[in-house]
């Protein structure tokens, strides 16, 4: 009976399947509750506070505008007391981390703050997108549901990225991008078909959910555009695919210059996202297209703003308000300024060449259309994602062509120029290549001077063969000694493999000096080299050991290091994290219980 029983039940990819669908419907779910949280916001400080303060009427009363944006900003600070740590600036590097280097748990109280921070921000008119919190919010559920079902690290990561899958879909009407989103962005590009499968039913079910609430609208309405004359067109489009790289990485390295001045600004913490949200509503007072996500200005952008001038200044207003809203600690993601700067930018040169030639190419809405999907590619490095959010919104097979090229190049191009995306900087800075994964990550944080052993033996250069034999005698154990000078300083290794020539004539043994077999060109590591560099080391050169000295400036002795040290290091490393991950799941089950 319990074989027979057995085989009616789900097997283990089945099981995960119904899960990621559990966690599209919750994801479709949380979508609608963010969505009517940011209108309710907008509609009470925004729009009622634009009437009560009557700046419609223009004149002395348009100054009072940024009173809205900062009423946001100090609604944030019982939050941010609340929640240190949680609730201010760019969350979604941190997001990545926790989910492809840590464990992958996310405390349920992530959707709450993700929630109610993003829709003060944004609802006040603070200049940031929904997308990135909406993708955190997604995949703090999957983590929930993760850590209910206690899923290895592995499987977790799966149900994280397809919340995050469900949350890009719904929150876009755009199952593709939402797939391609939790691929390439949440999951590195690192993914099998099984895990695959999972994004798909999370995105479909979520965007099935939004759908029956919202209906089928796409977030941008894109009049139905095509290329006038490929000859022309095709290399204008390269054009602005150069030019879109190079804009990407002045957003990337303007954004986190802005992000580190107020860093080191001596101000109080819960100060500064209100001298944020000021900077942002007197941009606003001139320019209020930068205000909250900019969704009324692309669609205006797609239709074919004529001002040139005006979408050419908005290229860098916008960019200099989302990195004074999230760089003073402001909520929110970057997305939808990504897709501000793209329309605006690829709709300013639609604008230049279409008045230079009018017969041959189509009107700067095309151009706009294309550079939505070419600066979010260039930005995030994830083409995919932006090739497919486009084509969903478009289903335009003529205006495909472009955006596949442009977004291609316009990423080929930024990369080239700067390695990381927007979402990757701050793991450059800490020394972590995120795609390498979580091993590597593990073995760069272990330093050398943690792991070499200090009692270590040396010879002079000016000791004799046999000086040398009965070294290796007394320490059997060790396979290279360094050879040091009259200062004490390294000039170099000795092995036994260096011994062999003179090893049976006693005559050269007493008369040949260590410095006269040694080994001058030596491979050697400081302490504060990582781990993974000296396995590099050791796999690359095929040996053993390693000196370790105080500088390569001053070589003073300090140890050797060998591999097997380096591999206990990592498994201790492993294990202490394995215990307190377990430790931290735990705790955290017993606090929902």
């Given at each position: ?18 899960i ?10 949380a ?7 940011v ?15 009557r ?26 007391l ?24 996310i ?6 703050i ?24 997604g995949?703090?559920?999957?983590s ?29 009407n ?40 919202y ?18 067109e ?13 804009t ?15 860093g ?123 090739i ?25 191009t ?30 760069k ?12 033996d ?15 005698r ?14 004490g ?15 049976h004539n ?24 990582t ?31 060998k ?8 498994n ?6 394995g215990?307190?991950e ?7 089950l017993?606090?929902?219980?």
């Amino acid at each position: 009976m319990l074989t027979r029983a057995r085989h009616f039940l789900p097997g283990e990819r089945a099981r995960m399947i119904l899960i990621a669908a559990f966690i599209g419907v919750m994801s479709g779910v949380a979508i609608i509750v963010f969505r009517e949280a940011v209108d309710l916001v907008h509609r009470v400080i925004f729009v009622w506070g634009y009437e009560v303060l009557r700046i419609g009427e223009g004149g002395w009363r348009r100054m009072l505008l940024p009173i809205l944006p900062m009423t946001g900003a100090v609604l944030l600070i019982p939050l941010s007391l609340a929640f240190p740590g949680k609730v201010n600036g760019y969350g979604f590097t941190n997001f990545l981390r926790r989910v492809n280097l840590e464990n992958g748990v996310i405390r349920a109280r992530n959707i709450f703050i993700k929630i109610v921070a993003t829709a003060l921000t944004i609802g006040s008119g603070n200049s940031a997108g929904v997308e990135g919190p909406i993708a955190q919010i997604g995949g703090a559920l999957g983590s929930q549901v993760g850590q209910r079902f206690r899923v290895s690290g592995k499987r977790m990561k799966i149900y994280i990225a397809a919340g995050c899958a469900g949350g890009i879909a719904g929150i876009f009407n755009a199952p593709l991008a939402g797939v391609f989103f939790a691929a390439e962005i949440v999951l590195l590009g690192t993914y099998e078909i099984s895990s695959f499968s999972a994004l798909v039913i999370a995105s479909a079910l979520s965007t099935v959910v939004s759908r029956a609430y919202y209906g089928a609208v796409p977030a941008f309405p894109i009049p139905d555009y095509t290329i006038v004359n490929a000859f022309v067109e095709i290399p204008l489009y390269t054009l602005m695919a150069l030019i879109v790289g190079i804009t990407a990485v002045l957003h990337i390295r303007f954004f986190y210059l802005i992000r580190d001045r107020f860093g080191q600004m001596k101000l109080h913490p819960q100060l500064k996202p209100i001298l944020g949200a000021l900077l942002v509503g007197c941009i606003g007072i001139l320019f209020p297209q930068v205000m909250g996500n900019g969704y009324e200005y692309i669609a205006r952008a797609l239709v074919g703003d004529t001002l040139v001038w005006r979408m050419m200044l908005l290229v860098f207003l916008k960019s200099l308000a989302t990195a004074v809203t999230l760089g003073s600690g402001g909520a929110g993601g970057l997305f939808a300024p990504a897709l501000f700067i793209g329309a605006v930018l690829g709709g300013s040169f639609g604008g230049i060449v279409h008045h230079l030639l009018p017969a041959h190419t189509a009107p700067a809405g095309a151009y706009a259309t294309v550079g939505i999907g070419a600066f979010l590619a260039a930005t995030t490095h994830a083409p995919l994602t932006a090739i497919f959010f486009l084509f969903e919104m478009t289903g335009n097979y003529m205006i495909i062509v472009p955006v596949m090229l442009t977004a291609v190049l316009g990423t080929m191009t930024s990369s080239w120029l700067y390695a990381d995306s927007i979402d990757t900087v701050d793991f450059t800075r800490d020394g972590i290549n995120i795609h390498e994964g979580r091993e590597v990550a593990i073995m760069k944080s272990i330093r050398v001077g943690k792991v070499i052993t200090e009692d270590v033996d040396f010879i002079s250069e000016n000791a004799n063969i046999n000086h040398l034999l009965e070294l290796f005698r007394i320490a059997r154990n060790n396979f290279y000694f360094p050879v040091v000078n009259q200062k004490g300083l390294m000039v170099g290794v000795v092995s036994m493999q260096d011994v062999k020539t003179v090893l049976h004539n006693e005559e050269e043994r007493v008369c040949h000096l260590v410095g006269a077999i040694c080994t001058r060109e030596v491979i050697m590591l400081t302490p504060d080299d990582t781990c993974f560099e000296a396995m590099q080391l050791f796999d690359i050169k095929g040996i053993e050991e390693i000196p370790v000295v105080e500088s390569h400036e001053e070589p003073w002795v300090l140890g050797m290091l060998k591999r097997q040290d380096v591999i206990a290091a990592y498994n201790h490393e492993m294990l202490k994290r394995g215990i307190n991950e377990r430790a931290e799941n735990i705790k955290m089950l017993c606090s929902m219980d």
